[in-house]
């Protein structure tokens, strides 16, 4: 194997690793917001554990949840108690 091949081979297995610890350091935080105030909010490793704990908050509060399962609101023009996952690397 040429030297060329070699590092070739090499820098992409490190861009893999790095590639794979990324994706292994990503963290969600669902944040809970009552009139746009912080009052709460939990970590989870995986994105399946956040979106159900904000489904089912939401399902609880009877509240509106977005297509992407991201947010969630109460009715009004300016919700009162809001919902959202937040993606931390």
Known sequence: MSDITKVSIDLYSTNN??????KQNKMYNVEFYHNSKLVQEFE???????VDCLMRHASEKSLNVREDQYYAYSDGSKPETEIEIVQYS
């Open 44 to 50: 989870f490793a995986t994105e399946n554990q956040a």
């Open 17 to 22: 690793d790095i590639k794979d610890k990324q």
